[in-house]
């Protein structure tokens, strides 16, 4: 999987975080929200790249995720306290 040369790691990141609160969330929803987003902002970016994105940020430490993550309908994710 490779990200569209006009998208960036860190809009990628900018998308997840404006979506995530202090509060655990469905992974599922979370990458919906995030696919909405790309949809009305025709950003080329599918839900498999978001997966793999909230994977990486969980596993660096940068976000809280409890669960699977490959699983997302039976994960969560949030902000770090």
Known sequence: ??????????????????ILTSRRQ???MVIGK???HCEE???PI???IFGAR????AESGRIQGFGDLRLWGHSEV???D
């Open 1 to 18: 999987m490779t990200l569209p040369k006009s998208v960036s790691e860190a809009d990628l990141d900018t998308i997840i975080f404006s």
């Open 26 to 28: 469905k992974a599922a």
């Open 34 to 36: 995030a696919m909405t």
């Open 41 to 43: 902002h025709n950003l």
């Open 46 to 48: 599918n839900d498999e």
């Open 54 to 57: 909230i994977e990486v940020l």
């Open 78 to 80: 949030k902000l770090k």
